[in-house]
C-alpha cells in the first residue's frame, strides 16, 4: 500500500497570510504531482516534479509555488493567501512511467 | 492537447445491479494509458482499474471490468453485482506513454448505490 501523507487535512486561513501545504512520500517515488480540486468537480494539475531539483507548472494556472529539494518531499507555498485559493489541493506520486498515481488524503483549504 | 470528456454528472442504481459509466477521450497518441479512479466522500483517490493501449484485451479487476474501444476513443467502466460501498465519485484518467506523463482527468461521475 502506498503512504503519502498531506497535512493539514483542513485549514482554515485570513487572506494575505502566507501558507504551506506539505506533502510526503516514503516510496522513494521520483514523480510527484499537486492537484488542485473543487468540490466534487475534476482535479486540475497545477505542479509537477520529476525529481530532486526538477518543478514544473502544470495545465491550470496557479499563483501556488513547489519545491523539491528532497525525494519525499514536495511542499507547495501560497505566499499571499486569497478567497480565490479556496478548494482541494490533491498530492499524488508514482515511480515508473507506466505505474499510476498514489494519492494523499488531500488538504481542504478554506481562505476568509 | 488531449481531453478527457464523462458525460454523465451523476448516476444512481440500486444494490446488486449492474452500472455502466462513460468515458471519452480526443488524442493523435498511439500509445497511452487510461484509468479509472475512485473517490469515496472524505476518502482518499484509489486506482480501480487501468489499461494500456496496446492491449486489446478489456482488462478486469474483480467486479470492475472495462470496454475499450480504440478507434471510438471510448473507455467505459462496468461495475457488476453493485455493492454500498461502491458509492463514489469516479474519474476517468488519461496519460500519454511518452513525454510528460501527466494525468489528464474528466469531469467525475458520482455514482450512488442506493440499498
Known amino acids: 500500500e502506498a503512504d503519502i501523507y498531506q497535512t493539514p487535512r483542513y485549514l482554515v486561513i485570513g487572506t494575505g497570510k502566507k501558507i504551506t501545504l506539505e506533502c510526503s512520500q516514503t516510496m522513494g517515488h521520483d514523480k510527484m504531482y499537486w492537484y488542485q480540486q473543487d468540490p466534487g468537480m475534476e482535479l486540475h494539475l497545477i505542479h509537477y516534479s520529476y525529481g530532486v531539483n526538477s518543478t514544473e507548472k502544470g495545465d491550470l494556472s496557479s499563483e501556488s509555488t513547489v519545491s523539491r529539494i528532497r525525494t519525499e518531499h514536495f511542499p507547495l507555498t501560497l505566499e499571499s493567501a486569497r478567497p480565490s485559493h479556496t478548494s482541494q489541493y490533491l498530492c499524488?506520486?508514482?515511480?515508473?512511467?507506466?505505474?499510476?498515481?498514489?494519492f494523499g488524503n488531500g488538504t481542504r483549504l478554506t481562505v476568509t | 492537447a488531449q481531453t478527457v470528456t464523462q458525460s454523465q454528472p451523476e448516476m444512481s442504481v440500486q444494490e446488486a445491479e449492474t452500472v455502466t459509466l462513460s468515458c471519452t477521450y480526443d488524442t493523435s497518441e498511439n500509445n497511452y494509458y487510461l484509468f479509472w479512479y475512485k473517490q469515496p466522500p472524505s476518502r482518499q483517490m484509489i486506482l480501480v482499474i487501468r489499461q494500456e493501449a496496446y492491449k486489446q484485451q478489456n482488462a478486469t479487476e474483480n467486479r470492475f471490468s472495462v470496454n475499450f474501444q480504440k478507434a471510438a476513443k471510448s473507455f467505459s467502466l462496468k461495475i457488476s453485482d453493485s455493492q454500498l460501498g461502491d458509492t463514489a465519485m469516479y474519474f476517468c484518467?488519461?496519460?500519454?506513454?511518452?513525454?510528460?506523463?501527466?494525468?489528464?482527468f474528466g469531469q467525475g461521475t458520482r455514482l450512488t448505490i442506493n440499498p
Open positions: 484518467a488519461f496519460m500519454k506513454h511518452a513525454g510528460a506523463q501527466k494525468l489528464v
Open positions: 499524488a506520486s508514482r515511480d515508473r512511467a507506466d505505474s499510476p498515481l498514489h
